[in-house]
């Protein structure tokens, strides 16, 4: 069993940054692969970006290539999304997600996830 509890989140303005942050408990989280998806009301769950258990892989959404990144901290428990240039587009609640060995990009691939932390961007 894994818990996962995201902060970070908050209102900024386009072309600024944030950190989010996703603390996990128990002690197996080295073992899972970490993902972060966000989601907008009336819409479905979108992936965001994930990361391999030791870190040697990630992969992004194409809409966040360059703008965004995934990385973790196992030893804290802890795995980070650094967020650059935010645009009104990515006004989202963010949700971490810890799945299995592989990298997943669909929320049907990972088994705990957090409560979401909102990001706001206004236009």
């Known amino acids: 069993q894994v818990q996962l509890v995201e902060s970070g989140g908050g209102l900024v303005q386009a072309g600024g940054s944030l950190r989010l942050s996703c603390a996990a408990s128990?002690?197996?989280?080295?073992?899972?692969?970490m993902g972060w998806f966000r989601q907008v009301p009336g819409k479905e769950r979108e992936f965001v970006a994930a990361?391999?258990?030791?870190?040697?892989?990630?992969d992004y959404a194409d809409s966040v290539k360059g703008r965004f990144t995934i990385s973790r901290h196992n030893a804290k428990n802890t795995v980070y999304l650094q967020m650059n240039s935010l645009k009104p587009e990515d006004t989202a609640v963010y949700y971490c997600?810890?799945?299995?060995?592989?990298?997943?990009?669909?929320?049907?691939?990972?088994?705990?996830w957090g409560q979401g932390t909102q990001v706001t961007v206004p236009s």
């Open positions: 997600a810890a799945g299995g060995a592989f990298l997943g990009l669909k929320p049907d691939e990972y088994d705990y």
């Open positions: 128990g002690r197996t989280f080295s073992s899972y692969c």
């Open positions: 990361i391999s258990r030791n870190s040697g892989s990630n």
